[in-house]
Structures are given as C-alpha cells and as structure tokens.
C-alpha cells in the first residue's frame, strides 16, 4: 500500500528498526521524522532517560548539537542580504579580535614560528569553515596549537565553551592560524565566530537575533539556547559510552544541568535545543529555498549559495573523515556529491550532531529527515541507528 509519498509497509518496517535500536539498549529513546510532499510521520519510542518513566514523546527536546550550524549560517545570509555584512569583507569591523592574524609555517610548529596572514579573515572562510582555526585531527593531542587551544578552554568538543563572547573572541584572537585564510578546512569553531559576528553586527544576542528572524516566523517554539523551568521535563537526558565498561553514563542532566540555565556563550555551532517538528519546519524552509508557507527567511539564492560545495578537492581530502569521498561543505552544512548509498543523493544538504541528531533535506526527492537521540556520539563513524535511520527512510521513498 502506498501513501503517494511513502510505502505503508516500508514505513513499518522503519518502525520496527528504528524500535529495535531501542529494545537492544542502543539509545535509551529515539525521535524520528520523515517528511515529504506534504505527507508527514513522526515516531518516539523509549524514554527520556535510562532509569526514568517518562516516555519519549514527538515534543521531546534534544540538544541537537551540530545541528546548530545550519541556522547560524541562515542568520548570517540574513544579514547578507539586508548588506549588513558581505560575504567577502573583512570582519575586522565587528571581530576586531582576528585583525592582523600570524599563520603558523606548519601546523605542528612552535606557536611563535609564523607567517603575516595573506589576507583579512571573512564571513565566507567562517562559515566554510576555512578561517584557519578548528578541529586538528590528531589524538592524542601532540601539536602545541592543539595545546594551546585546550588550554585556552575553545578545542572543539562536546563540551561546549561556557565563557563569554567576548571571553572565547580573545581567546580564539591569542592563537596563530593553523593556515592561511580560505587554504585549508577545520571542522566546527568557524560557526563559533560566525554567531558572534551575527550578534555584534546585529546589535543583540544571537538568541534573540534567531528568535525575531528564524524560529518566531517558522513556528519554532521550542528551539533556542537553553530550557526553561517550565519545559525542562520534556529535555532528555545525555549520556556517554564509558569505553572501559561499554555503559552508557550521565552525560549532562535534564534538570539542573547544562541546558537548563540560559547560556552565557550561545555557540553557533553547537549550542542549540530543538524538537523534531521544530528542525522540520526549518528543513521545510530550505527545501522551500527559504519559505514556508507564507514566510520568506532567506532568498531562492541564498539557500542555493549554503547548499553547494564550496570547497576544493584538495580542502576535502585534507579532511576525509568528514567528506567520505562523496560530499563537500558549503555554508554551515554539508553538502552529498555523489550516491555511494541509498541516501547520498547529489544535492542532499544538512548535517549530524555528536549529541546524537542527524538531518538532511533532499531536493530531489522532496524529503526532509530528522534523528533525534541522547547518546554522545564516540567515533567519527556514523552510528548503527543514524545508518539505519536514512536507509529505512530512503527504502520507504514511493517513486
């Protein structure tokens, strides 16, 4: 039997994985969500904690992490195209923290054997994540910048930075670039500066900023930089894999933890809340190259200019992990270049959170995708569910 979008009995047979992930004691509870051509299915099975009775619910909230990155990216095209930033400026104006920049002559140099920057940093190398300082893919930590970065409290991790803006800005602005500006990619702090920038060139928190431009126009209710007292009991509880014992461990609580008290440092790139409707309304958007229903966020070429790549061959093989051979990076998000898997459609965009979310959005196919979990992710691999989750969701495609 088919719904027209979706296969009846491939939606079932969706279920049942995605329940399995459950019942094995995989995720303590799962949230899920397909959507295409109108025709919507939203699933949660388990609980919001290991030990509690509370059950997963469709309005459950997540902290979803990466999934952060892609909004930040639209508050900044926003801004683009009110010109009140440009892509192609230097940010010295509003991050005058990273003016005058020294790159490193190598990567695993001393801190002080540099280079002049060739260039001013700009909003395009942050949001591609090409402005010289991020994730160096070395573990354990063995180059003195990766030291460096510990010690100043902005390696990137899972645990996010709990200073101030200004705080993170002169600390990231005490480093030497690991390359120079648009040369090289290193995942995640870009998206950091690129939400500071959006808050100092628009004259007020980023929080708020996204609130009156993206999440109050698209309905998005339940999304924003922490949980209130009076919705904290539907936040699920994190948890982490103790590699000695292969336990799942309280990573951070419901109640009384990270998230339930506002944030002094709203990450851009990881430091959003958010439900599964919610991430759909703002997939729906992009699908809808920047409008739902009767709003506009962003311009048809805005949203074509963040979902394609922007990087060069050799930038995505520097960072392989990443890529897999069959995506790039265009603004806060990846995007797929060719099918190697029932889910890599060319064109597909978005990207996965290592507290255990994933989404995409599919032009081709008009779909929009979206995993919610509380299990920290713990290897660069996708986990067994997430692979299960987009297989199940591509198999159940009708047409």
């Given amino acids: ?126 949001l591609t994540l090409r402005f010289g300082v991020g994730a160096i893919m070395v573990y354990p930590f063995a180059y003195p910048v990766q030291h460096a970065m510990a010690e100043a409290g902005i390696a990137p991790s899972a645990d996010l930075y709990r200073g101030s803006p200004d705080a993170f800005m002169k600390a990231v602005g005490s480093l030497p670039l690991a390359h120079q500006p648009g040369e090289g990619w290193l995942y995640h702090t870009g998206l950091d500066v690129a939400g500071v920038l959006v808050a100092r060139a628009a004259g007020q928190p980023l929080s708020a900023f996204m609130q009156e431009r993206i999440f109050g126009p698209l309905g998005m209710k339940d999304t924003g930089f922490h949980v209130p007292a009076e919705k904290v009991d539907r936040l699920a509880t994190a948890y982490s894999r103790d590699f000695r014992t292969g336990k799942l461990g309280v990573y951070d609580e419901a109640k009384g933890g990270l998230f339930a008290k506002p944030a002094a440092f709203e990450s851009g790139g990881g430091g959003l809340v958010s439900t599964a409707d919610d991430y759909l309304a703002f997939q729906k958007m992009l699908l809808g190259k920047g409008k739902l229903g009767s709003e506009r966020i962003l311009s048809r070429a805005s949203v074509e200019l963040m979902t394609t790549d922007q990087l060069t061959d050799a930038e995505k093989a520097s960072a392989e992990m990443f890529f897999n051979g069959n995506s790039g990076w265009g603004l806060g998000m990846s995007v797929a270049l060719r099918r190697d898997n029932l889910f890599t459609t060319p064109g597909r965009f978005g990207w996965d959170g290592g507290y255990g979310t994933s989404a995409y959005a599919d032009p081709e196919n008009d779909l929009a995708g979206i995993l919610l979990s509380q299990k920290l992710m713990d290897s660069p691999e996708a986990p067994k569910h997430y692979v299960d989750f987009w297989t199940s969701a591509y198999q159940a495609i009708e047409g």
Avoid: C, Q, Y
């Avoid at 930033?85 to 140099?109: C, F, N, Y």
């Fill in 1 to 126: 039997m088919s719904t027209g979008n979706f296969v009846a009995d491939r939606l079932e047979r969706m279920r049942k994985v995605m329940a399995g992930h459950v019942e094995s004691g995989d995720v303590p509870g799962l949230v899920w969500a397909v959507s295409r051509g109108g025709e919507t299915h939203v699933e949660a099975v388990g609980a919001l904690s290991l030990n509690g009775t509370a059950p997963m619910r469709r309005d459950s909230i997540f902290r979803i992490a990466s999934l952060t990155k892609p909004v930040t990216a639209a508050a900044a095209m926003i801004l683009v195209e009110e010109s009140r930033l440009r892509l192609d400026d230097p940010v010295d104006k509003w991050l005058p923290e990273l003016a005058d920049r020294k790159v490193l002559k190598s990567v695993d140099g001393k801190l002080t054997d540099t280079v002049p920057a060739s260039r001013p940093i700009t909003l395009r190398d942050l």
